[in-house]
Protein backbone atom coordinates (compact mmCIF):
# COMPACT_ATOMS: atom_id res chain seq x y z
CA UNK A 1 0.00 0.00 0.00
CA UNK A 2 1.29 3.39 -0.91
CA UNK A 3 1.90 5.82 1.48
CA UNK A 4 0.48 9.65 1.00
CA UNK A 5 4.45 10.52 0.13
CA UNK A 6 4.94 7.61 -2.03
CA UNK A 7 2.20 8.20 -3.98
CA UNK A 8 3.02 11.86 -4.38
CA UNK A 9 6.72 10.95 -5.24
CA UNK A 10 5.07 8.53 -7.74
CA UNK A 11 2.75 11.27 -9.37
CA UNK A 12 5.42 13.76 -9.44
CA UNK A 13 8.08 11.38 -11.02
CA UNK A 14 5.43 10.69 -14.20
CA UNK A 15 4.47 13.62 -14.88
CA UNK A 16 8.18 14.47 -14.60
CA UNK A 17 8.85 11.29 -16.57
CA UNK A 18 6.19 12.73 -19.22
CA UNK A 19 7.46 15.49 -20.08
CA UNK A 20 10.27 14.69 -22.09
CA UNK A 21 8.59 12.26 -24.05
CA UNK A 22 5.14 14.96 -25.13
CA UNK A 23 8.44 17.30 -26.11
CA UNK A 24 9.84 14.17 -27.93
CA UNK A 25 6.79 13.83 -29.44
CA UNK A 26 6.00 17.23 -30.62
CA UNK A 27 9.65 16.92 -32.22
CA UNK A 28 8.75 14.00 -34.03
CA UNK A 29 5.57 15.75 -35.39
CA UNK A 30 6.27 19.81 -36.10
CA UNK A 31 5.38 19.17 -39.35
CA UNK A 32 2.03 18.68 -38.85
CA UNK A 33 -0.43 21.79 -37.90
CA UNK A 34 -1.15 20.58 -34.52
CA UNK A 35 2.16 18.74 -32.61
CA UNK A 36 -0.54 17.48 -30.47
CA UNK A 37 -3.09 16.27 -32.95
CA UNK A 38 -0.86 13.26 -34.17
CA UNK A 39 -2.05 13.57 -37.65
CA UNK A 40 -2.13 10.32 -40.29
CA UNK A 41 -2.67 9.82 -43.56
CA UNK A 42 -6.54 10.33 -45.36
CA UNK A 43 -8.18 10.09 -48.42
CA UNK A 44 -7.39 13.33 -51.33
CA UNK A 45 -4.00 13.82 -49.05
CA UNK A 46 -0.46 13.46 -51.55
CA UNK A 47 2.22 11.33 -51.14
CA UNK A 48 4.95 12.91 -48.80
CA UNK A 49 8.18 13.46 -50.76
CA UNK A 50 10.88 11.61 -49.07
CA UNK A 51 13.54 9.65 -50.11
CA UNK A 52 13.48 5.79 -49.23
CA UNK A 53 16.11 3.13 -50.91
CA UNK A 54 15.61 0.70 -53.08
CA UNK A 55 18.20 -2.67 -53.32
CA UNK A 56 20.95 -0.25 -51.74
CA UNK A 57 21.41 2.54 -49.98
CA UNK A 58 22.89 4.47 -52.92
CA UNK A 59 19.56 3.75 -54.59
CA UNK A 60 17.46 6.45 -53.51
CA UNK A 61 13.48 6.56 -54.45
CA UNK A 62 11.01 8.77 -53.64
CA UNK A 63 7.27 7.66 -53.92
CA UNK A 64 5.45 10.84 -54.86
CA UNK A 65 7.81 10.87 -57.68
CA UNK A 66 7.55 7.09 -58.62
CA UNK A 67 3.21 7.04 -57.98
CA UNK A 68 1.68 9.75 -60.50
CA UNK A 69 -0.34 7.45 -61.85
CA UNK A 70 -2.13 4.18 -59.98
CA UNK A 71 -0.88 2.11 -57.63
CA UNK A 72 -0.56 0.93 -53.66
CA UNK A 73 2.26 1.27 -50.76
CA UNK A 74 1.59 -1.36 -48.27
CA UNK A 75 3.50 -1.21 -45.03
CA UNK A 76 4.64 -3.74 -42.75
CA UNK A 77 6.09 -3.42 -39.32
CA UNK A 78 9.06 -5.77 -39.99
CA UNK A 79 10.45 -7.62 -43.00
CA UNK A 80 10.64 -11.62 -42.31
CA UNK A 81 8.05 -11.24 -39.25
CA UNK A 82 6.10 -14.36 -39.13
CA UNK A 83 2.45 -12.28 -40.31
CA UNK A 84 4.27 -9.82 -43.15
CA UNK A 85 6.03 -12.63 -44.03
CA UNK A 86 3.67 -15.98 -44.37
CA UNK A 87 0.30 -13.84 -44.56
CA UNK A 88 0.08 -10.23 -45.43
CA UNK A 89 2.63 -9.95 -48.40
CA UNK A 90 2.42 -13.26 -50.02
CA UNK A 91 -1.12 -12.02 -50.23
CA UNK A 92 -0.67 -9.78 -52.89
CA UNK A 93 2.33 -11.55 -54.19
CA UNK A 94 -0.36 -14.68 -55.25
CA UNK A 95 -3.15 -12.46 -56.37
CA UNK A 96 -3.96 -12.24 -59.84
CA UNK A 97 -5.21 -8.36 -59.54
CA UNK A 98 -1.75 -6.81 -58.09
CA UNK A 99 -0.46 -6.03 -61.09
CA UNK A 100 -3.80 -4.38 -61.83
CA UNK A 101 -3.73 -2.30 -59.29
CA UNK A 102 -0.41 -0.29 -60.75
CA UNK A 103 2.99 0.34 -59.29
CA UNK A 104 3.26 -1.43 -56.11
CA UNK A 105 5.89 -0.73 -52.89
CA UNK A 106 6.24 -2.40 -49.73
CA UNK A 107 7.95 0.12 -47.46
CA UNK A 108 9.31 -1.12 -43.86
CA UNK A 109 11.43 0.93 -41.52
CA UNK A 110 14.13 -1.89 -42.08
CA UNK A 111 17.45 -1.24 -44.31
CA UNK A 112 17.87 -1.70 -47.98
CA UNK A 113 19.44 -4.88 -47.99
CA UNK A 114 16.80 -6.28 -45.46
CA UNK A 115 13.80 -5.46 -47.52
CA UNK A 116 15.88 -6.28 -51.36
CA UNK A 117 16.83 -10.11 -49.51
CA UNK A 118 13.02 -10.46 -47.91
CA UNK A 119 11.85 -9.23 -51.72
CA UNK A 120 13.41 -12.04 -53.08
CA UNK A 121 12.34 -14.66 -50.38
CA UNK A 122 8.57 -13.39 -51.16
CA UNK A 123 9.27 -13.12 -54.89
CA UNK A 124 12.43 -15.29 -55.94
CA UNK A 125 11.21 -14.44 -59.85
CA UNK A 126 9.90 -10.80 -59.66
CA UNK A 127 6.86 -11.78 -61.29
CA UNK A 128 4.78 -10.04 -58.92
CA UNK A 129 6.78 -6.88 -60.20
CA UNK A 130 6.78 -5.17 -56.10
CA UNK A 131 9.29 -2.95 -55.13
CA UNK A 132 10.20 -3.76 -51.61
CA UNK A 133 11.51 -0.50 -50.26
CA UNK A 134 13.52 0.68 -47.12
CA UNK A 135 12.60 3.31 -44.72
CA UNK A 136 15.55 2.78 -42.83
CA UNK A 137 14.98 5.98 -40.73
CA UNK A 138 10.89 5.98 -40.88
CA UNK A 139 11.08 9.34 -41.90
CA UNK A 140 8.22 8.64 -45.03
CA UNK A 141 6.28 6.45 -42.14
CA UNK A 142 6.37 9.35 -39.89
CA UNK A 143 5.42 11.70 -42.68
CA UNK A 144 2.06 9.60 -43.12
CA UNK A 145 1.22 9.19 -39.70
CA UNK A 146 1.20 5.91 -39.42
CA UNK A 147 4.16 5.04 -37.23
CA UNK A 148 4.32 3.76 -33.56
CA UNK A 149 6.63 2.77 -30.66
CA UNK A 150 7.13 -0.90 -31.21
CA UNK A 151 10.50 -0.77 -29.31
CA UNK A 152 9.03 -3.66 -26.45
CA UNK A 153 8.98 -5.64 -29.29
CA UNK A 154 10.73 -4.59 -32.48
CA UNK A 155 13.17 -2.52 -31.03
CA UNK A 156 11.79 0.74 -32.57
CA UNK A 157 9.36 2.81 -34.09
CA UNK A 158 8.09 0.58 -36.61
CA UNK A 159 5.31 1.11 -39.13
CA UNK A 160 1.42 0.36 -39.02
CA UNK A 161 0.35 -2.19 -41.14
CA UNK A 162 -1.34 -0.33 -43.91
CA UNK A 163 -1.99 -0.43 -47.63
CA UNK A 164 -2.94 2.96 -49.50
CA UNK A 165 -4.49 2.93 -53.09
CA UNK A 166 -3.06 5.91 -54.85
CA UNK A 167 -4.15 7.27 -58.06
CA UNK A 168 -2.60 10.35 -59.91
CA UNK A 169 -0.36 10.77 -56.91
CA UNK A 170 -3.26 11.29 -54.38
CA UNK A 171 -4.66 8.20 -51.92
CA UNK A 172 -8.26 7.26 -52.93
CA UNK A 173 -8.37 4.84 -50.14
CA UNK A 174 -7.04 3.52 -47.04
CA UNK A 175 -6.80 0.17 -45.10
CA UNK A 176 -4.61 0.69 -41.36
CA UNK A 177 -5.18 -1.42 -39.46
CA UNK A 178 -6.61 -0.28 -36.24
CA UNK A 179 -3.92 -2.23 -33.46
CA UNK A 180 -1.17 -1.64 -35.68
CA UNK A 181 0.02 -5.04 -36.76
CA UNK A 182 -3.32 -6.92 -37.38
CA UNK A 183 -3.95 -8.65 -40.82
CA UNK A 184 -7.52 -7.66 -41.60
CA UNK A 185 -8.22 -4.18 -43.10
CA UNK A 186 -4.76 -4.05 -45.42
CA UNK A 187 -5.03 -7.68 -46.40
CA UNK A 188 -4.82 -8.45 -50.01
CA UNK A 189 -8.82 -9.58 -50.52
CA UNK A 190 -9.87 -7.12 -48.60
CA UNK A 191 -7.89 -3.87 -50.89
CA UNK A 192 -8.03 -5.56 -54.05
CA UNK A 193 -11.14 -7.81 -54.05
CA UNK A 194 -12.06 -11.35 -53.66
Known sequence: ??????????????????????????????????????????????????????????????????????????????????????????????STKTKAAGDVYVVAVNDAFVMKAWGKQLDPEGSSKMHFVADPSGAFTKALGLDFDASAMLGNVRSKRYALVIDGGKVVSTHVEPDNIGINESAAEKVLGK
Open 1 to 94: MFSLRSKILHQATRSTLAQPRLASLNAQRSFHSSPLLLKMVKVGDSIPSVELMEGSPGDKINLAEKLKGKGMIIGVPAAFSPGCSETHIPGYVN
